[in-house]
Structure formats: structure tokens, C-alpha cells
């Protein structure tokens, strides 16, 4: 089994056509506003509206269920058609069959490239409620671009989304990759390494960093191997998944940053993987870190 036989990841695979070129026409966004075919979803608290199904509600944009607070930002084009996203505040409860779900449990649900729309969806929502303001002058910042970007009229500065990028690793050295743990999660729970990239280092050299850094062990950074990316809408990220080989086995744990780290055997995450080992859990579908486990499993 290889990489491609995989299913996608959760909050990949966004199948809209972003339409870059008509973002930038102001005349030409204000007209998808009014079309009749234009649909919009919601989010309330960062929750999306879903079905049953696996789907997102798409409502008419003159549909006064949900009706948002604020602009809408817009998410691209669906079968032609514009689609767009809106934080509502109504409590109202949903009805039959459609419900708000948690943000992790729609990315359980959700299906192949609804999730993907959420994830866009989510983070670009998030990010216009976290920025208001200019960070150079103060002065109130004003969406252009959809919503996909936000220019400040006082000192003209353009602000856009942040995105922060992640590594996750797993160390292997032959038959055995390194997991960690920390002390917040529920027991018997391991994962893949991970951390936040830092200014001015490759991806390689923060893989290397945030492994030494948690666990003492070395790594063959020039080694690593790309396996994976996935957007991570809590509320930014873009997780980057590697393989990388260890240099060095002993392993020191910081403390501050995980409860314990241990090796396992490719048997034991092969009986993880189907829930069967007797004192180790790993994290469910959603998690780039099980694909990582997954991968490696399989080889």
C-alpha cells in the first residue's frame, strides 16, 4: 500500500475554485451577492451547520434561517455557482436531521471535500474576528478580495490570513518508531512529534529542533521524508507530516513538553492501528498523525 491508496485526509481537498481573478473585481463581487444561485453556509461559534449525510446546508443567500452577522466572505465557485460563509449568533435549534457539530467531530463526519470547505471556511472566519484592527497604525481594517483579504484605509497596510506552519514527525530506526505523550491526554494515548516551525528554519531543521528538543533524540534531517500535509483550522495551521530516520536511540524528555516518549515495534502500531494493543491507543482518522503511522505500518 503507498501513500495515493490512502482516503484524503479530514479538512483537505477543497473542491472549490477559489476565483482569484474575480475577487480582485469589486463590481463583479457585488453581483454574485444578488444572484439567485449564490449559497451560503454557516458556522455558529466556529461549529458548522451539517446534515446527516455528511454535508454542509447550503442556504440562498436572501434565506433568513441562520441569517449571518456581518459580510460574508466569499469561498469560490461551486459547479459554477458562487458560495460563501457566515458566523450566525441565532440560538435557534436546527431542524430535523441538521444539527452544529463540533469542529473536530465535522471533521469525522463530514464527507471527502466538505470537510475541506469547512476547514477554508472556519480559519478565514476566525481570522476576520481576530483582526479588526490594523497591527501597524490601529486604525479599523476594511475586507476586500471576498474577505480574503483586509486593507487598513489609514496607512494603507494589507493584512492577510495568517496560516502557521507545524511538523510532525516520526522518527524510525528499522523496525521501530518513536511516539510521544503528554500528560493532558487521555491514558494510554500516543502520538507523532510535533511542533511549530521558527523563523528562519527549513522544515528539515525544525523536524530536527522540535525531536531533539522533546525527547534528546538526533535525526537524519537531510533523510526526511515528506508524506503528508493538512490544513488544521484550530484556528490555522498547516500540519506538514514527515518520515524521518533517527541518528541516536536514547531518549531524555523535556518535561515541559511531554510526559513520556517511547519506541515502538512496527507490530506494535500495526495492533494499535486495529485497536488490539494492550496498553497503547493512537489518535483516530481525523489526525495526520495516524496517516503517518499508517504509511510507515504499511511498508
Not at 469589486?26 to 461559534?45: C, D, F, K, N, Y
Not at 524521518?244 to 515541559?256: G, S
Request: proline share 8%; net charge negative.
Amino acid at each position: 500500500m503507498t501513500e495515493q491508496d490512502f482516503p484524503p485526509l479530514a479538512f483537505s481537498g477543497c473542491p472549490l475554485d477559489r476565483g482569484e481573478a474575480i475577487r480582485r473585481d469589486e463590481a463583479a463581487m457585488s453581483a454574485l451577492l444578488t444572484q439567485p444561485a449564490s449559497r451560503r453556509i454557516v458556522l455558529r461559534g466556529g461549529e458548522p451547520l451539517m446534515r446527516a449525510d455528511g454535508r454542509l446546508v447550503r442556504y440562498p443567500l436572501t434565506d433568513p434561517e441562520f441569517a449571518p452577522e456581518g459580510d460574508l466572505v466569499f469561498l469560490g465557485f461551486e459547479d459554477n455557482c458562487a458560495l460563501f460563509a457566515g458566523e450566525t449568533s441565532d440560538a435557534s435549534e436546527p431542524f430535523e436531521d441538521v444539527r452544529f457539530s463540533d469542529p473536530r467531530a465535522a471533521g469525522m463526519r463530514l464527507e471527502a471535500g466538505e470537510s475541506g470547505i469547512y476547514a477554508f471556511a472556519r480559519s478565514l472566519l476566525l481570522w476576520r474576528e481576530r483582526r479588526g484592527f490594523c497591527s501597524n497604525c490601529g486604525g479599523r481594517l476594511q475586507a476586500v478580495d471576498g474577505g480574503l483579504r483586509r486593507d487598513c484605509p489609514a496607512c494603507s497596510t494589507f493584512h492577510f490570513p495568517r496560516t502557521d506552519p507545524v511538523v510532525i514527525m516520526l522518527p524510525v530506526d528499522g523496525e521501530h518508531c518513536l511516539l510521544g505523550r503528554q500528560a493532558a491526554w487521555p491514558e494510554r494515548m500516543w502520538s507523532a512529534l510535533a511542533g511549530f516551525m521558527e523563523p528562519g528554519e527549513s522544515i528539515e531543521e525544525a523536524c530536527a529542533r522540535e525531536v531533539h528538543e522533546e525527547t534528546g533524540v538526533c535525526v537524519d534531517h537531510a533523510r526526511a521524508e515528506y508524506v503528508a500535509s493538512q490544513p488544521w483550522p484550530f484556528p490555522s495551521s498547516i500540519m506538514i507530516g514527515l518520515i524521518v530516520p533517527a541518528a541516536t536511540r536514547d531518549v531524555t524528555i523535556d518535561p515541559a513538553e511531554l510526559e513520556a516518549a517511547r519506541w515502538f515495534s512496527r507490530a506494535d502500531v500495526r495492533d494499535m492501528l486495529a485497536g488490539i494493543h494492550p496498553d497503547a491507543d493512537i489518535p483516530p482518522k481525523i489526525a495526520i498523525a495516524r496517516r503517518l503511522l499508517e504509511v510507515w505500518a504499511a511498508r
